[in-house]
């Protein structure tokens, strides 16, 4: 009965950390979820219009700053591709870089980007993909339509967005890395994942996504 019992507390001692590891990534996902639709509710938000035209969208709940002699940034979140008329299971990632400024402030950031076409998402799917380096990027115009987006805005491969104390606006995120997180998707979805296939041919959506990929699929 003792060895038995002594077998139980080593079983759940191993499963625990399993799973308080899917709980963060559920939850990440989540808060994707909740950071969109706060995002797309309010008059300057991400313009619906280049959001119809997105291939891919990156969502980084509480992106992290701090400095000690210099200043770093690092935070994870979730990849989504669009598929047809609908959208990809996600994909978790990780960004992390120097301090690009952020000028709305504040040390948790709430961070957007927006892939507008095919040669952006091939660059994402790389090892790791340095923004504004191995591909263009721009801070996103603002509001309901993308009227007031200048051409380099137009041009980009990728559109950064960031929010923070209840600001929103536009930023220039250039020199953070931003790659898949093969651990955090081997959490979520408990083996290991080819991300690749998962964003450009899809497959099972996890409940966790569902109120993320209907917002999207608005859209």
């Given at each position: ?214 917002l999207l699929s608005k859209y």
């Amino acid at each position: 009965m003792r060895s038995r019992f002594v077998v139980l507390l080593l079983v759940l001692s191993m499963t625990a950390p399993l799973m308080a590891s899917k709980r963060d990534q559920v939850e990440r996902i989540e808060n994707a979820g909740y950071v969109m639709d706060e995002i797309l509710s309010i008059p300057e938000g991400i313009p619906g219009d280049l959001l119809k035209k997105a291939e891919c969208v990156v969502v980084i709940p509480s992106m992290k700053k701090a400095a000690l002699g210099i200043g770093g940034n690092y935070g994870r979140g979730c990849i989504v591709c669009r598929i047809k008329d609908t959208w990809s299971p996600p994909v978790m990632a990780s960004i992390k870089g120097g301090s690009w400024g952020l000028q709305i402030g504040g040390s948790s950031t709430d961070v957007v980007l927006l892939i507008m076409n095919r040669k952006g998402i091939d660059r994402l799917l790389q090892s790791k993909f340095t923004i504004g380096v191995d591909g263009s990027a721009a801070a996103g115009p603002k509001g309901r339509t993308a009227a007031a987006a200048t051409d380099a805005q137009m041009r980009a491969e990728m559109l950064c967005y960031a929010r923070s104390r209840g600001l929103f606006a536009g930023v220039s995120i250039s020199g953070s890395v931003l790659k898949p997180d093969r651990d955090d998707n081997e959490d979520l979805y408990g083996r290991r994942v080819n991300e690749k296939k998962l964003l450009l041919e899809g497959g099972p959506v996890p409940a966790s996504a569902k109120d993320l990929i209907q917002l999207l699929s608005k859209y």
